[in-house]
Antibody
Framework: QVQLVESGGGLVKPGGSLRLSCAAS????????MNWIRQAPGKGLEWVSY????????YYADSVKGRFTISRVSSKNSLYLQMNSLRAEDTAVYYC?????????????WGQGTLVTVSS | DVVMTQSPLSLPVTLGQPASISCRSS???????????LNWFQQRPGQSPRPLIY???NRDSGVPDRFSGSGSGTDFTLKISRVEAEDVGVYYC?????????FGQGTKVEIK
């Protein structure tokens, strides 16, 4: 079955960097578009970034544009989020979410999340 | 950005009774392909979100038929016909029509 496993979270100082990874299994990675979604402690869900199945279309939330970079490597069935210039307000659980290209505009599968804490 | 507004934000319900959550968008969610990309997700305490409904009214795999979605344009509703204990959690609507994709604030469903 579809499985998404995030890793790479941790404690980082303001202004620092972190790279999140999402390992995908149980489906043909190249047939799925991928997203990062985050949830600050005790708060709601916020979509962060999208990458198409081919990697040619990429979108970011305004709150992370210019600081975060999404990427994918099909040969490794992996999704990444490079986070630079981190701020306290980036503290959140980061979820990897995917959907087949036939299921546009939604998040069909979710990982368990990885916690990023930005604090001095 | 499209603003998604849910109501109520807190919903105490009695076991076996129906429940209804409203979600309104600040602009029409009808996409150029004719589809309306309005989705619902459930987040049980301590768990990742789980998809419930996609494109307004289609249940995701494994979702009990007591959950139903309806609506059009800018006005949508999630209904639970008979609330069970396992339905406790936060419910989010989300639009995938306009970039950036946006979520509602969430509605917390609890048992009275």
């Amino acid at each position: 079955q579809v499985q998404l496993v995030e890793s790479g979270g941790g404690l980082v100082k303001p202004g620092g960097s972190l790279r999140l990874s999402c390992a995908a299994s149980g489906f043909t990675f190249s047939d799925y578009y991928m997203n990062w979604i985050r949830q600050a402690p005790g708060k709601g869900l916020e979509w962060v970034s999208y990458i198409s199945s081919s990697g040619t279309s990429i979108y970011y939330a305004d709150s992370v544009k210019g600081r975060f970079t999404i990427s994918r490597v099909s040969s490794k069935n992996s999704l990444y989020l490079q986070m630079n210039s981190l701020r306290a307000e980036d503290t959140a659980v980061y979820y990897c979410a995917s959907s087949p290209i036939t299921a546009a505009g939604t998040f069909a599968y979710w990982g368990q999340g990885t916690l990023v804490t930005v604090s001095s | 950005d499209v603003v998604m507004t849910q109501s109520p934000l807190s919903l105490p319900v009695t076991l076996g009774q129906p429940a209804s959550i409203s979600c309104r968008s600040s602009q029409s969610l009808v996409y150029s392909d004719g589809n309306t990309y309005l989705n619902w997700f459930q987040q049980r305490p301590g768990q990742s979100p789980r998809p419930l409904i996609y494109k307004v009214s289609n249940r995701d795999s494994g979702v009990p038929d007591r959950f139903s979605g309806s609506g059009s344009g800018t006005d949508f509703t999630l209904k639970i016909s008979r609330v069970e204990a396992e339905d406790v959690g936060v419910y989010y609507c989300m639009q995938g029509t306009h970039w950036p994709w946006t979520f509602g604030q969430g509605t917390k469903v609890e048992i009275k």
